[in-house]
């Protein structure tokens, strides 16, 4: 129906992979890779449906965490730590590239 209003007017595809292995008895490292696809649907002309949405991309993301769990004054605390890549390529914008480096404390009672 060529009137017909679609409810979606994008498409996100995303495949990704996690793996972890550990190194020490109470320490794991843990790989990830995410691979994302955007695109808009278009009419028959090849015109975005809705040309307010961000232009069709596709985004890599690449993250390692290091983390350990130990006692600690009657606390388990749970130490993370690691460093996260993406790179998103535009269609009609440059590219664009970003780095997120973290570290996460957490500490509870053991059960």
Same mark, same amino acid.
């Given at each position: 129906?060529?009137?017909r209003d ?17 190194? =020490?008895?109470? !320490?794991?490292?843990? #790989? %990830? ?8 649907? &278009?009419? $028959? +002309? ?19 965490? =290091?983390?350990? !769990?130990?006692?600690? #004054? %009657? ?8 460093? &996260?890549? $993406? +790179? ?24």
């Open positions: 129906v060529e009137g679609p409810k979606r007017r994008e498409l996100t595809e995303t495949l990704f992979l996690v793996t972890r292995f550990p190194v =020490l008895r109470q !320490t794991l490292i843990e #790989l %990830g890779l995410e691979i994302s696809r955007f695109e808009q649907f &278009r009419d $028959k +002309k090849g015109v975005p449906v809705e040309r307010t949405l961000r232009p069709d991309s596709n985004s890599r993301v690449v993250a390692v965490q =290091l983390s350990n !769990t130990s006692p600690y #004054l %009657g606390y388990n605390l749970n130490v993370r730590t690691g460093l &996260r890549l $993406k +790179k998103e390529t535009f269609e009609t914008l440059p590219s664009e590239t970003t780095s997120t480096l973290f570290v996460t404390i957490y500490a509870g009672l053991g059960g």
